[in-house]
């Protein structure tokens, strides 16, 4: 017999035929990307009280039942694609009678970020999923799909900010101007032309601001707490994660025990397999070396771990791929710049130089602690976002 | 201005079956269950009803079972047939393009440890989203307790050879059921003409209230109750009936069966206007199903090159209502069942957009839709990237 598949009954799309719904049918339309949280919300709220016709958009990015092995591991509300999250999202824009629409991203995600996720979690890499998603997701396939609707530009509930400059003709994206909240980090790869067609309306506002701004125009999710992990990776266990998901595929993955060694090659102890361990790390080692003892590096073709002092860690140098300039086009020139290589990182002053348009060598000043193979370099001037690429 | 035509998915209520219906939601309260006069007025309300469905599709009225829908109707007429056969092996035989509320029962008959045979749609016959008769009597076998087979599919609107399959069931000595939710009101409908031992349809889908169906149950035929409580309809369902419901469904069943002939053949102009105008206007669109054995309001198209998703919210935004597949499938990621089942390719079916027309609909309504359609399919191929197109953009005729 055929296998039937088992489909899920998300809420679908909405066809209102109800005529307080507006119909949306002029050309300067934004999509507002909702995702049912506060920030986002109160993105349909301003450019709904400014009089811009909006659409708001919700994504259907993951199916949270795939792996039901991780059911039970932390709540499914509050998460990427969760049904409350969906229906936070379609009461919000009821409550302020946008027309509203779930579309289903499901192929594009995994194809683009969780597959890759799993991949460079393999290959011993640190990565990070939201720049992904929102290069080839959120402003690729949501922003396609927004101008194929007749809304031409998206509107996110990012912290970040982008401005058009009249003398470079370049569009910039800048951090936001709640440093505690900016998401610039993860904007780096975004192109001229995604940058031109798009807004972050709380980019020029505090979180406090966002949250009074709510209140005063009745956001229904006002109150909501947010969320801060990997939105498809319940209780933030990557390993857990990746172990279901590649049990889904029909791989075993096996933990592969190992030497642990110092930078000077000696085997100082083992290790119960890589994955479990990242760049930087010094919980779990099981090493009683008298002093603190780090993870320096994860030798994927030995199967080695490589650990030594914090001193070992710290390095001035690294090059960076698939690189992304915003302010001007790749230049031929070295260029001076603070360069950020995690989220939470304090920018530190480094030169860059082009090695072709899409790598760069890094050279820091001062050494860095823990350059993670995975993670986003992003160059900085200022409050300006020059540019970034991909720790190799 | 708006225009509806997913009249698939639902109906409006007719304004006849509403004030048929009112009575019984204020002064006409009484529970049919009830001795007294308030009572017996129910009764004898849903007993009227039972009259007016069993003449819609040529039953006695003692064989009307009300069920609170379409989806609940089919429940009970697997599970319950299943139930009821006493047969040590029990399997069942369904096809590939039933709807969810066959599908999923008998996902669930899989799990219990019974045999499913879905049989696929094939052009054997040459007819595109038609089973063929041949098939389901390849798959019978000894064991073999039920074979359930829609009537009209609601993607494509394709009519299955209910006749033929019946006079395969009845040699077979098989219970055989027919989901007609989407051809009552649509086709004329015979029980006996058809050969069904169990039949299921749902008000909403011809100008009814929505939440309340019927289960056809031929005399002689054994289903076994899902529910368990009082003794409404004969211990097969038993619950308060809804009176309301049933008042308004056999008033929506009077109505389909006066005005069947004349909506038929009105809404069969309107829908090949459309189809029609857009398979000229459209280049590489085609229609989906074989076109010459289908219920006269429905068209499914295919539009290589634009993605039905985005093509839906932005007709709706230009106020055009129509659907990708069954209203409950969306927001899922895989292309539409049926369509993959009648052949399409996962691109074409992607593509695919069904407008259904309805009693209300009105000519204007079709040239409104007709000015509208063609533009925003052109947008969204222009606005498409490019290898999306050239994948799919040679037609599959």
């Known amino acids: 017999m055929t296998p039937i598949a088992q489909l899920e009954s998300v809420p679908g799309l909405g066809v209102a035929i109800d005529n307080s719904v507006t119909v949306v049918s002029t050309a300067n339309a934004v999509a507002v990307a909702m995702s049912g949280g506060v920030d986002s919300s109160t993105v349909a709220a301003i450019l709904r009280e400014r009089g811009q016709p909006i659409v708001g958009?919700?994504?259907?990015?993951?199916?949270?039942?795939?792996?039901?092995?991780?059911?039970?591991?932390?709540?499914?509300?509050?998460?990427?694609?969760?049904?409350?999250?969906?229906?936070?999202?379609?009461?919000?824009?009821?409550?302020?009678?946008?027309?509203?629409?779930?579309?289903?991203?499901?192929?594009?995600?995994?194809?683009?970020?969780?597959?890759?996720?799993?991949?460079?979690?393999?290959?011993?890499?640190?990565?990070?999923?939201?720049?992904?998603?929102?290069?080839?997701?959120?402003?690729?396939?949501?922003?396609?799909?927004?101008?194929?609707?007749?809304?031409?530009?998206?509107?996110?509930?990012?912290?970040?900010?982008?401005?058009?400059?009249?003398?470079?003709?370049?569009?910039?994206?800048?951090?936001?101007?709640?440093?505690?909240?900016?998401?610039?980090?993860?904007?780096?790869?975004?192109?001229?032309?995604?940058?031109?067609?798009?807004?972050?309306?709380?980019?020029?506002?505090?979180?406090?601001?966002?949250?009074?701004?709510?209140?005063?125009?009745?956001?229904?999710?006002?109150?909501?707490?947010?969320?801060?992990?990997?939105?498809?990776?319940?209780?933030?266990?990557?390993?857990?994660?990746?172990?279901?998901?590649?049990?889904?595929?029909?791989?075993?993955?096996?933990?592969?025990?190992?030497?642990?060694?110092?930078?000077?090659?000696?085997?100082?102890?083992?290790?119960?397999?890589?994955?479990?361990?990242?760049?930087?790390?010094?919980?779990?080692?099981?090493?009683?070396?008298?002093?603190?003892?780090?993870?320096?590096?994860?030798?994927?073709?030995?199967?080695?771990?490589?650990?030594?002092?914090?001193?070992?860690?710290?390095?001035?140098?690294?090059?960076?791929?698939?690189?992304?300039?915003?302010?001007?086009?790749?230049?031929?020139?070295?260029?001076?710049?603070?360069?950020?290589?995690?989220?939470?990182?304090?920018?530190?002053?480094?030169?860059?130089?082009?090695?072709?348009?899409?790598?760069?060598?890094?050279?820091?000043?001062?050494?860095?602690?823990?350059?993670?193979?995975?993670?986003?370099?992003?160059?900085?001037?200022?409050?300006?976002?020059?540019?970034?690429?991909?720790?190799? | 201005m708006r225009v509806y035509l997913d009249y698939n998915a639902t109906t409006p209520v007719d304004p006849a079956v509403l004030e048929a219906m009112l009575p019984f939601l204020g002064e006409n309260f009484g529970n049919a269950g009830s001795v007294h006069t308030p009572g017996q007025r129910a009764h004898a309300a849903v007993d009227a009803a039972r009259e007016s469905v069993a003449a819609l599709i040529g039953a006695k009225s003692s064989e009307i079972v009300f069920t609170s829908g379409g989806t609940e109707a089919d429940n009970l007429a697997i599970f319950g047939a299943i139930a009821a056969s006493s047969k040590p092996r029990k399997h069942v035989i369904t096809t590939a393009i039933e709807h969810h509320a066959i599908l999923h029962?008998?996902?669930?008959?899989?799990?219990?440890?019974?045999?499913?045979?879905?049989?696929?749609?094939?052009?054997?016959?040459?007819?595109?989203?038609?089973?063929?008769?041949?098939?389901?009597?390849?798959?019978?076998?000894?064991?073999?307790?039920?074979?359930?087979?829609?009537?009209?599919?609601?993607?494509?609107?394709?009519?299955?050879?209910?006749?033929?399959?019946?006079?395969?069931?009845?040699?077979?000595?098989?219970?055989?059921?027919?989901?007609?939710?989407?051809?009552?009101?649509?086709?004329?409908?015979?029980?006996?003409?058809?050969?069904?031992?169990?039949?299921?349809?749902?008000?909403?889908?011809f100008c009814g209230p929505k939440g309340v169906g019927v289960l056809y149950v031929r005399t002689g035929t054994k289903v076994a109750p899902r529910f368990y409580g009082g003794h409404a309809e004969r211990d097969r369902r038993p619950g308060t009936e809804n009176v309301p419901g049933i008042v308004g469904l056999g008033k929506a069943a009077e109505l389909a069966r006066k005005l069947l002939p004349e909506d038929a053949a009105r809404l069969r102009v309107l829908r090949d206007r459309l189809e029609s105008s857009l398979l000229e206007r459209i280049p590489a669109a085609q229609v989906n199903g074989d076109r010459a054995h289908r219920v006269p309001n429905t068209t499914s198209l295919s539009f290589p090159g634009a993605g039905g998703e985005a093509l839906l919210i932005a007709l709706d935004l230009q106020g055009v209502a129509c659907s990708t597949g069954a209203a409950c499938s969306s927001g899922s990621t895989e292309p539409s069942h049926v369509l993959l089942a009648a052949g399409l390719s996962h691109d074409d079916a992607r593509s695919s957009l069904r407008f259904s027309l309805g009693r209300p609909t009105t000519a204007a309504d079709i040239d409104f839709a007709l000015a509208v359609i063609p533009g925003v399919v052109e947008r969204i191929r222009a606005l498409s990237p490019r290898e999306q197109q050239t994948a799919s953009a040679v037609p599959a005729r």
């Open chain 1, 57 to 392: 958009l919700t994504m259907q990015l993951w199916n949270q039942r795939r792996l039901p092995q991780l059911q039970g591991e932390g709540p499914v509300q509050h998460r990427c694609c969760s049904l409350d999250d969906v229906y936070d999202a379609r009461r919000v824009a009821e409550h302020f009678g946008i027309p509203f629409y779930v579309v289903n991203f499901e192929r594009a995600f995994e194809q683009t970020v969780v597959r890759p996720f799993v991949e460079d979690y393999l290959a011993g890499r640190t990565p990070i999923p939201c720049t992904h998603c929102n290069n080839s997701v959120k402003f690729d396939e949501l922003l396609a799909t927004a101008r194929q609707i007749g809304a031409p530009r998206i509107a996110t509930g990012h912290y970040a900010r982008v401005r058009h400059n009249p003398e470079s003709g370049r569009y910039e994206l800048l951090r936001a101007v709640d440093e505690t909240k900016d998401q610039s980090y993860f904007l780096f790869g975004l192109t001229q032309e995604q940058l031109a067609r798009t807004e972050f309306p709380l980019g020029e506002l505090t979180k406090q601001e966002v949250r009074e701004v709510a209140r005063r125009l009745a956001v229904p999710v006002a109150e909501k707490p947010e969320s801060q992990e990997i939105c498809f990776v319940p209780s933030g266990s990557y390993v857990r994660f990746i172990e279901s998901y590649m049990q889904e595929q029909g791989i075993e993955l096996r933990d592969e025990p190992g030497d642990v060694v110092s930078t000077t090659g000696e085997v100082i102890g083992r290790h119960n397999g890589l994955r479990n361990y990242t760049v930087g790390q010094r919980r779990g080692l099981g090493l009683a070396a008298g002093h603190p003892v780090y993870v320096v590096a994860l030798d994927r073709a030995t199967n080695r771990l490589i650990v030594g002092e914090d001193r070992e860690l710290r390095s001035t140098a690294c090059e960076v791929r698939g690189v992304n300039w915003i302010s001007f086009a790749a230049p031929d020139a070295p260029v001076r710049a603070s360069v950020r290589i995690r989220h939470r990182h304090d920018p530190a002053e480094a030169e860059i130089t082009p090695l072709d348009a899409t790598s760069a060598r890094i050279s820091f000043l001062e050494p860095q602690r823990a350059i993670t193979p995975g993670q986003a370099a992003v160059f900085y001037s200022g409050e300006q976002v020059l540019g970034g690429g991909w720790l190799k």
């Open chain 2, 105 to 205: 029962s008998c996902d669930e008959l899989v799990r219990q440890g019974i045999d499913v045979t879905v049989v696929p749609v094939s052009r054997a016959r040459g007819l595109q989203g038609v089973v063929d008769p041949e098939e389901i009597r390849r798959a019978l076998r000894p064991e073999t307790v039920l074979i359930s087979v829609m009537h009209a599919n609601n993607e494509l609107g394709t009519i299955q050879p209910i006749e033929e399959i019946g006079r395969i069931a009845a040699e077979a000595g098989v219970c055989f059921h027919s989901d007609a939710v989407q051809s009552a009101g649509k086709v004329p409908l015979d029980v006996n003409q058809l050969g069904v031992h169990l039949l299921s349809i749902s008000a909403h889908k």
